[in-house]
């Protein structure tokens, strides 16, 4: 039997009311039988394991636990203030999330919020490995059979990306899933922790629920906790507790099974096998590391010192799980060396994201989507059909407007937030989409995902490459210049001001509210003249929701732009970021260092937005 103080500390036995009674032994007899294809040690005949069993072990699983029924405990809480989900979940510290019922009250809103609809349902459970996950998953299976779900499949050892989740709970037909990640945000016990739910076609939970379970978090008076035994996590197989279900699966599986429905492998595996061809990636010690030995060593055949940090750590060995030009230093190292590898990636802290680099050459997040769709027909087996249509965040470049319009198919410009990219593909409306925020993606799975967009550089290269012989390789620079000759190229860089004290941060952005709010067409900001001036608002097409002051925008008439956001993904502080744009077709200058292609335009943002007065700032904490 569980000790339910080591969950809920501090709770004394008084606060606690059991409903039901009977509990029966544990059998646990075959609880250590690990079936990891790559490390099992013992045949199962020597571990002792029947014809009978190593049949259903065959079929994927093994009853290792059972319970005849168990105890429902009444457990008294209060609500929490500081509770409220946006659209990546609710991220605080993790020493935030460890206090006195912190994460159970948002687990019993999340179920109450869900009603009955989610009772004798199957959900998926995981995360990118970061620190307290292991001990959460706890709380959350407990809860979750207190509340009535049938069964709650979890990722071995309590891994789970975030793109992998989605595909999960398409593959298997889940009713959703519960993510443990604060994404690209670090961890330990005194960096960042995080939870969401992503719903049944395996996207973020829409705000209906998540303005429900902000609601019962500021109600809340017991918990619905489920007395039942700590779950090992470190082996594949079922356990079983009356009509409760937990079965720990290889969380590979189904997302692989997505990626080869995508993927042409044996084209991505002649490739990487080419002499003239080195490839790296770097999982920075976060949840990808778990998948990139399989799939790239495993499956397309690279060496096995393709893969660097490849090991998940709690708290992702120190550093900070974000694949950009700060803080994949090691990567941008080797990529920008001499003797630098034809093709670099890197992923964050739960998969969703990427970063592509080329030989001494970095492709832009916006550039990166924009070759993808101008490249997916031809290159892609999934999209042979074509593209339904693309979209983009609004402060993403307009780069892939300029392929869209070539390509004559819908374009979309959506608010910051991958729910507004799943409704479009729910509707068959959109094919690939991204953000600037290094996150790419696809209709295959409701999420950004970064190994996809691995994936689909090598099968453009793959392509690009396939009647070119050795030591004449088409790389990744040569096929960005040769998309920038067609479309002409968005100059296009995001300033990133971290940990800013949130009332300097309002001030500024009401600041600029002002200025839009009294701007006219032709005014002129620093010699640029306004085309438009507005905090944007986005109606969507498909519900006919509207999502307001998504960020503040001025649209100059030389299609240059500035754009300001407060970014919600941190955990403390606010993130402010200040997004600059400018467009040429003059070939000339497509060698040009964004940075000074931009000078003139990031120059007239500060100035305008007076940020270093506003915040004491006098350089952004990253640059991408």
Same mark, same amino acid.
Not at 23 to 48: A, D, E, P, T, W
Not at 274 to 295: N, Q, W
Not at 507 to 523: E, F, P, T, W
């Given at each position: 039997?569980?000790?339910?103080?080591?969950?809920?500390?501090?709770?004394?036995?008084?606060?606690?009311?059991?409903?039901?009674?009977?509990?029966?032994?544990?059998?646990?007899?075959?609880?250590?039988?690990?079936?990891?294809?790559?490390?099992?040690?013992?045949?199962?005949?020597?571990?002792?394991?029947?014809?009978?069993?190593?049949?259903?072990?065959?079929? @994927?699983?093994?009853?290792?636990?059972?319970?005849? %029924?168990? %105890?429902?405990?009444?457990?008294?809480?209060?609500?929490?203030?500081?509770?409220?989900? @946006?659209?990546?979940?609710?991220?605080?510290?993790?020493? +935030? !999330?460890?206090?006195?019922?912190?994460?159970?009250?948002?687990?019993?809103?999340?179920?109450?919020?869900?009603?009955?609809?989610?009772?004798?349902?199957?959900?998926?459970?995981?995360?990118?490995?970061?620190?307290?996950?292991?001990?959460?998953?706890?709380?959350?299976?407990?809860?979750?059979?207190?509340?009535?779900?049938?069964?709650?499949?979890?990722?071995?050892?309590?891994?789970?990306?975030?793109?992998?989740?989605?595909?999960?709970?398409?593959?298997?037909?889940?009713?959703?899933?519960?993510?443990?990640?604060?994404?690209?945000?670090?961890?330990?016990?005194?960096?960042?922790?995080?939870?969401? !739910?992503? $719903?049944?076609?395996?996207?973020?939970?829409?705000?209906?629920?998540?303005?429900?379970?902000?609601?019962?978090?500021?109600?809340?008076?017991?918990?619905?906790?489920?007395?039942?035994?700590?779950?090992?996590?470190?082996?594949?197989?079922?356990?079983?507790?009356?009509?409760?279900?937990?079965?720990?699966?290889?969380?590979?599986?189904?997302?692989?099974?997505?990626?080869?429905?995508?993927?042409? !492998?044996?084209?991505?595996?002649?490739?990487?096998?080419?002499?003239?061809?080195?490839?790296?990636?770097?999982?920075?010690?976060?949840?990808?590391?778990?998948?990139?030995?399989?799939?790239? +060593?495993?499956?397309?055949?690279?060496?096995?010192?393709?893969?660097?940090?490849?090991?998940?750590?709690?708290?992702? @060995? @120190?550093?900070?799980?974000?694949?950009?030009?700060?803080?994949?230093?090691?990567? +941008?190292?080797?990529?920008?060396?001499?003797?630098?590898?034809?093709?670099?990636?890197?992923?964050?802290?739960?998969?969703?994201?990427?970063?592509?680099?080329?030989?001494?050459?970095?492709?832009?997040?916006?550039?990166?989507?924009? +070759?993808?769709?101008?490249?997916?027909?031809?290159?892609?087996?999934?999209?042979?059909?074509?593209?339904?249509?693309?979209?983009?965040?609004?402060?993403?470049?307009?780069?892939?407007?300029?392929?869209?319009?070539?390509?004559?198919?819908?374009?979309?410009?959506?608010?910051?937030?991958?729910? !507004?990219?799943?409704?479009?593909?729910?509707?068959?409306?959109?094919?690939?989409?991204?953000?600037?925020?290094?996150?790419?993606?696809?209709?295959?799975?409701?999420?950004?995902?970064?190994?996809?967009?691995?994936?689909?550089?090598?099968?453009?290269?793959?392509?690009?490459?396939?009647?070119?012989?050795?030591?004449?390789?088409?790389?990744?620079?040569?096929?960005?210049?040769?998309?920038?000759?067609?479309?002409?190229?968005?100059?296009?860089?995001?300033?990133?001001?971290?940990?800013?004290?949130?009332?300097?941060?309002?001030?500024?952005?009401?600041?600029?509210?002002?200025?839009?709010?009294?701007?006219?067409?032709?005014?002129?900001?620093?010699?640029?003249?306004?085309?438009?001036?507005?905090?944007?608002?986005?109606?969507?097409?498909?519900?006919?929701?509207?999502?307001?002051?998504?960020?503040?925008?001025?649209?100059?008439?030389?299609?240059?732009?500035?754009?300001?956001?407060?970014?919600?993904?941190?955990?403390?502080?606010?993130?402010?970021?200040?997004?600059?744009?400018? $467009?040429?077709?003059?070939?000339?200058?497509?060698?040009?260092?964004?940075?000074?292609?931009?000078?003139?335009?990031?120059?007239?943002?500060?100035?305008?937005?007076?940020?270093?007065?506003?915040?004491?700032?006098?350089?952004?904490?990253?640059?991408?």
């Amino acid at each position: 039997m569980s000790n339910l103080s080591t969950l809920i500390p501090n709770r004394s036995s008084s606060g606690i009311t059991r409903t039901t009674a009977t509990v029966s032994s544990l059998n646990q007899k075959f609880g250590s039988i690990h079936r990891s294809r790559r490390y099992q040690k013992k045949s199962l005949q020597q571990r002792g394991v029947s014809s009978d069993q190593q049949q259903r072990l065959a079929g @994927g699983v093994l009853c290792r636990a059972a319970m005849d %029924t168990f %105890t429902v405990n009444k457990v008294a809480t209060k609500p929490i203030d500081g509770q409220k989900t @946006g659209t990546s979940g609710l991220r605080k510290k993790t020493n +935030v !999330f460890m206090s006195e019922n912190y994460l159970a009250n948002w687990i019993q809103s999340l179920f109450l919020a869900l009603g009955d609809e989610a009772k004798g349902q199957t959900i998926g459970l995981g995360g990118d490995g970061r620190y307290f996950n292991k001990q959460a998953v706890q709380i959350i299976l407990k809860l979750a059979a207190g509340n009535g779900v049938k069964k709650v499949v979890v990722g071995q050892n309590g891994f789970m990306a975030t793109p992998a989740m989605s595909a999960l709970i398409r593959q298997r037909g889940l009713y959703g899933g519960l993510i443990m990640s604060a994404s690209h945000n670090p961890a330990g016990p005194d960096e960042d922790w995080g939870i969401k !739910f992503n $719903y049944s076609s395996g996207e973020p939970a829409p705000e209906k629920i998540t303005d429900k379970i902000f609601g019962f978090t500021q109600s809340i008076s017991e918990l619905m906790m489920a007395d039942i035994p700590d779950i090992d996590l470190s082996s594949v197989g079922v356990s079983r507790f009356g009509d409760f279900e937990v079965e720990v699966v290889d969380y590979t599986k189904e997302y692989f099974d997505t990626l080869k429905e995508v993927f042409d !492998f044996d084209a991505l595996k002649k490739f990487v096998s080419r002499s003239d061809v080195k490839f790296v990636f770097d999982a920075m010690h976060a949840i990808t590391g778990a998948y990139a030995e399989p799939l790239f +060593v495993d499956a397309l055949g690279a060496p096995a010192d393709s893969i660097r940090n490849s090991v998940p750590l709690e708290d992702f @060995g @120190g550093g900070h799980p974000d694949p950009n030009l700060t803080y994949a230093k090691e990567l +941008v190292d080797i990529m920008f060396s001499s003797n630098a590898p034809t093709f670099g990636a890197a992923s964050d802290g739960d998969g969703d994201r990427n970063m592509i680099l080329g030989n001494n050459f970095f492709v832009t997040p916006s550039d990166s989507v924009a +070759v993808i769709a101008a490249n997916a027909q031809e290159c892609i087996p999934y999209f042979k059909n074509g593209l339904k249509g693309v979209a983009r965040s609004m402060p993403t470049s307009a780069a892939l407007d300029n392929v869209a319009n070539d390509m004559g198919i819908p374009f979309y410009e959506t608010p910051t937030g991958w729910k !507004f990219f799943g409704n479009l593909m729910d509707a068959d409306k959109c094919s690939i989409c991204g953000e600037e925020s290094f996150g790419t993606g696809a209709d295959h799975v409701r999420e950004k995902d970064g190994l996809w967009a691995v994936l689909a550089w090598l099968s453009i290269l793959a392509k690009k490459n396939e009647n070119a012989p050795e030591g004449s390789l088409v790389s990744i620079k040569d096929i960005v210049n040769d998309h920038w000759k067609k479309f002409g190229r968005n100059f296009y860089s995001r300033y990133d001001y971290e940990g800013v004290e949130s009332e300097s941060a309002n001030k500024m952005m009401a600041h600029l509210q002002q200025i839009v709010d009294s701007a006219n067409k032709g005014d002129a900001i620093c010699g640029f003249k306004i085309d438009t001036a507005d905090n944007f608002t986005y109606t969507d097409p498909i519900d006919g929701s509207v999502a307001k002051n998504q960020g503040i925008r001025f649209v100059f008439e030389d299609g240059s732009r500035i754009i300001f956001r407060l970014s919600g993904t941190g955990s403390a502080g606010a993130t402010i970021r200040m997004y600059i744009e400018t $467009y040429t077709k003059d070939a000339s200058k497509f060698e040009l260092d964004a940075q000074d292609a931009l000078k003139d335009i990031i120059n007239a943002a500060l100035e305008t937005s007076r940020l270093q007065e506003f915040t004491g700032r006098d350089k952004p904490t990253v640059i991408t």
